[in-house]
């Protein structure tokens, strides 16, 4: 294999050097482009084919279907460990020992308290705010109650604002919901398991003992795996590039709050529900769908469907469809929201417009399906999507930090007018 990639440039040869990735996937390094060639930038609109970083987090194939933690099949972790093992492998390299991961759990409950204050900011908002908005806004509030910046060449200081947040957070998820249904705050219960206790926060009612349901809490741990990492995604990029400013954690998660929302990366799994409540309400007419979908002159996609590096299959919605049947069997759940995504899904697979361009249901086609199946409303699939991904961006931003990676800044081939002369407002 060649060593170096050559580029000719008005009658100039430059050799760029070949970096390869422990599993031989390769890349130019191309950090002296622009001294080499006076000035020369490359142009990847949505950076199909830049690599920002050298990581050691996580990797995928999206051809063949791969999808490892710290070289750990998904699979395997989906199937034998917990979300809290799964955060803190991705977070700090290898798989806790016992001890290790009890003093994890133990350190993350003695700081998940939230100042009280905290609470009148989310007064602040309106009944009718979305979830991601107001999670990505406290996330970024907990700033201002946590202000000193963290000290990455401190081990100890570095390992304290990941247990402060893994504790924090889950808070903030539920009061987020809790506060749109008009119901009181709490701190949940420590005696719990970590996902154990995040349902309990979300859905315990003031005079009620909640009763856990292992099917309900097991489908959640998986799901929150699941999403733990997906490496450059838009929303872990943009954790590393605001925490390449050295801005602190806490901001640079609530930026990547701010990217999860949109409805081409984690906002899918809301829109799956909205598209097919739509289709319910329209007779449950899924072949007219079908029809948008595939029509180039209407905007409308099948939400739910494609990904941008899954071109074959995309391995944890294999996962996580086994989970959904097994949910929505043992949960004994009639709805006809579900039979439509049954239908649909069943269409698309075997529709040759879908087939051809290998557009597959993701995972947030079926973790809307399972989140509405818990209870969960709609516009907070995305914030339990936030949930499952904070390791992966804690991990991403601290690998980030300790690499020493300078400030992210692409560069731009400029198309706009060229000098003009001013004129005066009279004058234009
Ligand atoms: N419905 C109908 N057609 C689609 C869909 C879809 N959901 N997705 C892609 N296509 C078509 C495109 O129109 C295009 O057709 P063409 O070749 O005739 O022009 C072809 O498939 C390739 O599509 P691209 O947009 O080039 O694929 P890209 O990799 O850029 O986009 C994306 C991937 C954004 C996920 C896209 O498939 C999509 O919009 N899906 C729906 C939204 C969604 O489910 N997002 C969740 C992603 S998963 C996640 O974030 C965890």
């Not at 003695?110 to 996330?139: C, E, N, Q, R």
Request: include cysteine.
């Amino acid at each position: 294999m060649s060593e170096k990639a050559i580029l000719e440039f008005n009658g100039e040869q430059h050799e760029f050097p070949i970096v390869k990735g422990s599993e031989n996937e390769l890349g130019i390094d191309i950090k002296t482009l622009r001294a080499a060639t006076g000035g020369l930038v490359t142009l990847d609109p949505g950076y199909k084919n830049t690599g920002s970083c050298q990581s050691g987090i996580t990797f995928l194939n999206g051809e063949q279907g791969v999808l490892r933690y710290r070289g750990y099949s998904i699979e395997d972790l989906a199937e034998k460990a917990d979300f809290l093992e799964v955060a803190f492998l991705l977070i700090f390299g290898e798989l806790p020992t016992k001890e290790e991961l009890e003093k994890f759990h133990d350190d993350i409950k003695s700081k998940s308290v939230v100042d009280d204050d905290v609470k009148k900011i989310l007064d602040a908002f309106p009944k009718t705010a979305h979830p991601m908005g107001v999670l990505s806004s406290l996330t970024s509030a907990l700033t201002a109650f946590n202000p000193s910046s963290v000290d990455v060449s401190s081990e100890d200081a570095m390992y304290n604002s990941v247990v402060k947040i893994m504790g924090k957070f889950p808070v903030l998820v539920a009061w987020t919901m809790r506060k749109k249904q008009g119901l009181p705050l709490d701190y949940g219960d420590n005696s719990l398991g970590y996902v154990e206790n995040v349902l309990q926060m979300m859905f315990k009612k003031p005079n009620e003992t909640y009763i856990h349901n292992p099917i309900i809490t097991e489908a959640l741990d998986k799901l929150l795996i699941l999403h733990a990492d997906h490496e450059q995604n838009c929303s872990t990029s943009t954790v590393r590039i605001v925490g390449s400013s050295h801005a602190g954690l806490f901001a640079s998660l609530s930026a990547g709050i701010s990217a999860l929302w949109g409805p081409l990366h984690g906002g899918a799994n809301q829109a799956v529900l909205e598209m097919l409540e739509d289709i319910k309400e329209d007779d449950g007419d899924t072949k007219k769908y079908m029809a948008k979908a595939k029509d180039k002159e209407d905007p409308f996609r099948l939400m739910g469907f494609g990904h941008r590096v899954y071109k074959n299959f995309d391995p944890r919605a294999r996962i996580i469809k086994k989970s959904a049947d097994q949910v929505l069997g043992q949960l004994g759940i009639d709805d006809p929201i579900l039979d439509i995504a049954k239908g649909l899904e069943q269409e698309a697979l075997n529709d040759n417009y879908f087939v051809k361009r290998k557009l597959y249901p993701n995972v947030d086609f079926y973790s809307g399906i399972i989140y509405r199946a818990m209870g969960i409303p709609t516009d907070m699939f995305t914030v339990m999507f936030a949930l499952g991904r904070l390791p992966g961006w804690i991990a991403q931003w601290r690998e980030m930090r300790l690499n020493k990676e300078p400030i992210g800044r692409p560069r731009q081939i400029y198309i706009g007018e060229n000098l003009r002369e001013f004129k005066t407002i009279n004058n234009r």
